[in-house]
């Protein structure tokens, strides 16, 4: 059974940072781009960041690049989400996802909310 | 971008009925592989998001034959037959085509 596990979430101020965390079990995590994907309270989905399966190419909105590193580690089975310089925009649920032109297995999400 | 635009925003409907919801986007979302990656997805309240139908007609594993994808291009509909209490939620459709990757806005479905 694919599983995604999202952790690191929380509150935090302005300008500040925090580091998301993606635990996948089920499936050879290797293989597959990995996503991250928001959702604003009572609002829509906005695709965040992808990474490919070495990690050496990724893809990010114009609204969090420079801002925001997804990264990963295939030997722990494992996906980041660096975001620095947080905005009160940020402030959302945040979705772990396998993708492959598609999003079929997502996390149960991690609330960062950023206000001072 | 590719703007998706999803039609109608909500919808109520009765158990057993149907209901078509659209989806267009600014772009053909066809991609030069030949692959259109047009993507459907349903939240239920309280719920990540899960993955009903991709590549624009198929259904995903464990997917109810209730659920029909159609289209091509830019123009874009999702049906519900013989709908059930468990189908209520937030619809969105999503493009996976090109970068920046896109979603609609939403569709809630309400039963009557």
């Known amino acids: 059974e694919v599983q995604l596990v999202e952790s690191g979430g929380g509150l935090v101020q302005p300008g500040r940072s925090l580091k998301l965390s993606c635990a996948a079990s089920g499936f050879t995590f290797s293989n597959y781009y990995m996503a991250w994907v928001r959702q604003a309270p009572k609002k829509g989905l906005e695709w965040v960041a992808t990474i490919s399966t070495s990690g050496s190419r990724t893809y990010y909105p114009d609204s969090v690049k420079g801002r925001f590193t997804i990264s990963r580690d295939n030997a722990k089975s494992s996906l980041y989400l660096q975001m620095n310089s947080l905005k009160s925009e940020d402030t959302a649920t945040y979705y772990c996802a396998r993708h492959h032109s598609l999003f079929d297995y997502w996390g149960q999400g991690v609330m960062v909310t950023v206000s001072s | 971008d590719v703007v998706m635009t999803q039609t109608p925003v909500s919808l109520s409907v009765s158990l057993g009925g149907q209901v078509s919801i659209s989806c267009r986007s600014s772009?053909?979302?066809?991609?030069?592989?030949?692959?259109?990656?047009l993507s459907w997805y349903l939240q239920k309240p309280g719920q990540s998001p899960q993955l009903l139908i991709y590549k624009v007609s198929n259904r995903f594993s464990g997917i109810s034959d209730r659920f029909s994808g159609s289209g091509s291009g830019t123009d874009f509909t999702l049906k519900i037959s013989r709908v059930e209490p468990d189908d209520l939620g937030v619809y969105y459709c999503?493009?996976?085509?090109?970068?920046?990757?896109?979603f609609g806005s939403g569709t809630k479905l309400e039963i009557k």
């Open positions: 999503g493009q996976g085509t090109q970068y920046p990757l896109t």
């Open positions: 772009q053909s979302l066809v991609h030069n592989n030949g692959n259109t990656y």
